[in-house]
């Protein structure tokens, strides 16, 4: 078979069952194409390679004898450096890290290798995943489309390694917006599912959590070129795991297929902050094509919501958490954090936040069940909600917390990279970005289509129902053939 290193998970998964193509062959195909690629990128902190082969090697003789590990036999898959994984080691981006080999596990990544796959290394992330910007003290990663620009963060190793070939799935993590950033900036498909569906245990190295792990907000995610590798990853990573006790049994929803015009689609660009033209454009013209399929596409937003206040509630809590955490001495993480705050409607709350007594917290907590609740009951009318990703495509490196001037206004740096997502994660909706347009210097456009809680896998069916149409699955098969020539 050819092209191996851009098919999705589901179709290397398949090919490998039905012999067409070996474990061992997908892998080193991989491989190859990283030692070519990666260099310029950088979307690695760890390769595993002799590991990997051990594996790909088990999992071709397993398949001799007609043993199939899971629906992911023989398929390789990567993961954000702050997931534990047992032998491989977790840094999350800082060198204190370095040597720190976890003894436990992830669980969405333990069962991601029950379910056969074969992990292939550890994606870069900022120290601390602290930025919309990967640059760790393992180096900068570039964007695959053009090396001059920014993959965004804190997964942006994951979605450079997904956008470049070098895996077809990416085990990715958010709390601001940390997946559906980068997912956005780098044109693949990237998703949140419903707040405490998938289990967190391990999902950051231990000597981070202390006694006071984040219980809320803190989501896993994963990134891929195709929304079936989403559903997929859902189904087996879903569901309690006796580690991480606010997450429930698998969730039983009607996820039957329907057609598209049946779906009634609310959009909105504006969150009280400007959009560049061109992602407006991109939202507007997505928004009228599905009203010509016949859907009830309407502009609407929750009613006399705050945004602003919403994201210094966000900011609150996220501040509270960073207070409680045991972080290293890490003097550029903190001159880095002071200069991502700047200005931003977040910092009001995440000050706040770190100084947080008992009563404001649980007023905190009270006015984010408040925009849950408003969200929620929107979304009774609609089966979902399509809002930007960020204010503004993938940019090119610059210093942490330089402000953007977008249509003639300066915004603060977080909020424009996060103010669109962190309100999700707030509220704990599912999200999953889907990759539509292209600004016209080529870079990726991605939009967020916003479920109901609990829906997510009927919120995946309307995603690939959508990518459907038209040519729009064409700007995630061949990412990187349609990059900038300083790729190749």
């Not at 397993?62 to 036999?73: F, N, R, S």
Request: proline share 5%.
């Amino acid at each position: 078979m050819s092209n191996l290193v851009f098919l999705p998970a589901y179709q290397l998964a398949k090919a490998i069952q039905n012999r067409e193509v070996s474990a061992t062959e997908v892998l080193e195909a991989h491989l190859n194409h990283i030692a070519k690629h990666n260099p310029k990128i950088n979307a690695f902190i760890t390769l595993d390679e002799e590991g990997a082969r051990k594996r790909a090697t088990a999992a071709d003789e397993a398949l001799a004898k007609g043993e199939i590990w899971g629906i992911l036999h023989g398929v390789p898959f990567t993961a954000k450096d702050c997931y534990e994984t047992v032998q491989m080691r977790t840094t999350c981006g800082y060198k204190g890290f370095a040597n720190y080999i976890p003894k436990h596990d992830a669980t969405v990544i333990s069962r991601i290798l029950g379910a056969g796959g074969i992990l292939l290394g550890k994606t870069n992330l900022p120290i601390f995943a602290s930025d919309a910007q990967t640059n760790s003290d393992f180096g900068r990663t570039n964007n695959p489309w053009n090396l001059a620009y920014t993959p965004g963060g804190s997964s942006g190793g994951s979605a450079a390694a997904v956008a470049a070939g070098f895996s077809p799935l990416d085990l990715c993590s958010g709390l601001g917006g940390s997946g559906r950033i980068p997912a956005h900036f780098c044109g693949v498909f990237g998703f949140k599912p419903t707040e405490q569906r998938v289990s967190m245990a391990g999902a950051w190295p231990a000597m981070l959590e202390g006694n006071n792990a984040l219980q809320y907000m803190y989501a896993a995610g994963a990134m891929s070129r195709s929304v079936e590798d989403l559903k997929i990853w859902l189904s087996l990573v879903e569901g309690a795991d006796n580690k991480f006790w606010q997450v429930p049994p698998v969730i039983k929803e009607d996820d039957s297929e329907r057609s598209l015009n049946s779906y009634r689609i609310a959009w909105t660009d504006n969150f009280g902050i400007s959009v560049t033209s061109q992602t407006r454009a991109t939202l507007e013209n997505l928004a009228h094509t599905l009203q010509q399929l016949g859907c009830t596409v309407e502009k609407a937003s929750p009613l006399d919501f705050d945004y602003t206040a919403a994201v210094q509630t966000y900011g609150e809590l996220t501040g509270a958490w960073l207070s409680s955490r045991p972080i290293p001495k890490q003097p550029t993480f903190f001159n880095d954090l002071r200069r991502l705050f700047s200005g931003a409607n977040v910092i009001k709350g995440a000050l706040q936040g770190t100084r947080i007594q008992i009563k404001q917290y649980a007023a905190s907590m009270a006015r984010r069940d408040y925009f849950t609740s408003q969200v929620e009951n929107f979304l009774e009318q609609w089966d979902a909600w399509l809002v930007p990703t960020t204010a503004i495509p993938a940019f090119p490196h610059q210093p942490v917390g330089k402000a953007f001037e977008i249509e003639g206004q300066k915004v603060p740096y977080l909020d424009a990279c996060a103010t669109f997502t962190s309100i999700f994660t707030l509220t704990g909706n599912p999200v999953v970005v889907l990759p539509v347009g292209k600004t016209q210097q080529g870079l990726p456009i991605g939009l967020q289509l916003v479920g109901k809680r609990w829906q997510d896998m009927q919120l995946l069916n309307l995603a690939a129902s959508i990518m459907k149409v038209g040519n729009l699955t064409s700007h995630n098969k061949l990412p990187l053939s349609l990059c900038s020539i300083n790729c190749i």
